[in-house]
């Protein structure tokens, strides 16, 4: 069964070289004890031979997140998982860190794909939605969000159909399902902007569309935190704290209110002070009151990485 699957994905590759530019034309093959592997131009695989690779991309990020004295992080590499760490609990992160979405090394972003979004991150219908969702026809190519390593490209049984992960060197994650079509193959080199795919409507999926997520050590983020989807932009940086995994994070708030595009409508610009509830943290009462973390900061002696505690009232005038 495996072996089927990494020859289709072979087939499916090369039916794609004849159509697409050089990325796709192979500079070298590798007999390995499932198929002939093909071998892309500089983008090497150079985690082939390492079995054990553990760890994100990004070795700053990973140093940090692990360090955390309260918890262990993990994060390995595997092809055949889509997560690979199910106890990586980020609501116990204590730190925030500044993480570069974009460096001068992996300086490129790319908008998986330019359509209507009509499904966004968070709560639907009572059932957590752990990425956004992008109208398009089947058959529509998909873009790489980053730089990065295909980590996971497969047909996912649990609901994600044809699925591809990409490890990005900022550290992140990124997730593209219900694909008709898987144009690379595991540890497979990207870059920002890449063809990866083909839209379509595998999987649990009612009509064509791309299911997209973003996931740091394996816990989903709102993508609308990182990308601009219509003006085709990305924020350079995110801060990385125990709040940004939050269901409601970067989203327009209550399913009740109609279907702002941000959170302007329930910003609340009279208030003084707010008493801190579950979940909350600078970044988000200061969304919340249409106010700056700095502004926070200043005003209650605090520091970016201060932890604030539920029921402490914070100044927000
Ligand atoms: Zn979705």
């Given at each position: 069964m495996k072996s089927f699957v990494f020859i289709s994905l072979l087939i499916t590759t090369v039916y794609n070289a004849a159509a697409q530019d050089s990325f796709f034309d192979p500079i070298d093959t590798v007999e390995t004890p499932t198929g002939t592997m093909l071998i892309y131009g500089d983008r090497t695989w150079a985690y082939l031979g390492e079995e054990n690779f553990e760890g994100i991309m990004n070795a700053r990020i990973h140093e940090m997140v692990c360090g955390d004295t309260t918890y262990s992080y993990k994060s390995k590499w595997t092809n055949e998982d889509v997560i690979t760490c199910t106890t990586n609990d980020v609501s116990l992160l204590k730190d925030t860190l500044w993480m570069c979405v974009l460096?001068?090394?992996?300086?490129?972003?790319?908008?998986?794909?330019?359509?209507?979004m009509t499904s966004k991150?968070?709560?639907?219908?009572?059932r957590r939605h752990n990425g956004v969702d992008i109208d398009l026809e089947t058959g529509d190519t998909i873009y790489a969000a980053f730089d990065g390593k295909i980590r996971y490209a497969k047909y996912h049984e649990?609901?994600?159909?044809?699925?591809?992960?990409?490890r990005h060197y900022n550290g992140l994650e990124t997730y593209y399902a219900h694909c008709s079509k898987l144009m690379v193959a595991?540890?497979?080199?990207?870059?920002?902007?890449?063809?990866?795919?083909?839209g379509g409507n595998t999987g649990h999926s009612?009509?064509?569309h791309l299911h997209f997520e973003?996931?740091?050590?394996?816990?989903p983020i709102n993508p609308e935190l990182i990308f601009d989807f219509k003006k085709k932009a990305v924020k350079d940086n995110l801060l990385v704290h125990s709040g940004v995994f939050?269901?409601?994070s970067g989203s327009?708030?209550?399913s009740s209110s109609s279907s702002s595009s941000s959170s302007s409508s329930s910003v609340n610009k009279n208030a003084k002070t707010h008493r801190v509830r579950s979940g909350e943290n600078l970044w988000i009462i200061a969304r919340k009151y249409g106010t700056t973390v700095n502004s926070l900061c200043k005003l209650n002696s605090l520091t970016e990485t201060s932890v604030i505690h539920i029921g402490q009232v914070i100044r927000l005038k």
């Open positions: 460096d001068s090394l992996h300086n490129n972003y790319a908008i998986p794909f330019d359509g209507v991150y968070g709560y639907r219908r009572g649990n609901g994600f159909g044809n699925l591809i992960v990409i595991p540890n497979q080199d990207v870059k920002a902007g890449d063809p990866i795919g083909l009612s009509g064509s973003v996931r740091f050590y394996d816990n939050h269901p409601n327009s708030r209550s």
